[in-house]
């Protein structure tokens, strides 16, 4: 969801929730998630977050480190060091978020079989429709 479609004529209920939509795709985004989980156990190089998330690229990594640091939930450290070192490390915003995380993926590991069957009891009335 892009800035402009919160200009967009909408409901009072869609204006207020648009600007809420876009951090809660930004936070519980997958790669974000994966991003944050690291840099809440230690301060993490650019490096270390590229070997560690399977599947990332170059550019999906540069691109979400840059909006967590812009959202306030990474914060960016240059030291002055050949070459430079570059750690991103958790904001307090982010050790908080990091709470809700743990507690939405407990609900998703609790949940996994009841949703499993009914995807699966779905799938079964789809195909017989």
């Given amino acids: 969801m892009s800035d402009d479609d919160c200009?967009?004529?909408?409901?009072?209920?869609?204006?207020e929730a648009c600007p809420i939509?876009?951090?809660?795709?930004?936070?519980?985004?997958k790669w974000s998630v994966s991003i944050l989980v690291a840099a809440?156990?230690?301060p993490v190089r650019?490096?270390?977050?590229?070997?560690?998330?399977?599947g990332i690229s170059r550019r999906m990594l540069t691109l979400?480190?840059?909006?967590?640091?812009?959202?306030g939930l990474l914060?960016?450290?240059?030291?002055?060091?050949v070459p430079p070192k570059v750690e991103y490390s958790a904001t307090?915003?982010?050790?908080?978020?990091?709470?809700?995380?743990?507690g939405l993926l407990e609900w998703a590991e609790r949940h996994r079989p009841d949703i499993i069957e009914a995807r699966k009891a779905y799938d079964?009335?789809?195909?017989?429709?």
């Avoid at 200009?7 to 204006?15: E, G, R, W």
């Avoid at 079964?124 to 429709?129: D, K, R, W, Y």
Wanted: hydrophobic share 35%; aromatic share 4%.
């Fill in 7 to 15: 200009v967009l004529p909408k409901s009072d209920v869609q204006a």
């Fill in 21 to 29: 939509v876009q951090i809660i795709d930004r936070v519980a985004g």
């Fill in 40 to 42: 809440i156990r230690k």
């Fill in 46 to 54: 650019y490096t270390e977050l590229e070997r560690s998330i399977p």
């Fill in 64 to 71: 979400t480190l840059r909006n967590l640091e812009r959202d």
């Fill in 75 to 81: 914060e960016r450290t240059v030291y002055p060091t």
């Fill in 92 to 102: 307090p915003s982010a050790r908080e978020l990091y709470g809700h995380l743990t």
């Fill in 124 to 129: 079964e009335q789809a195909l017989a429709a």
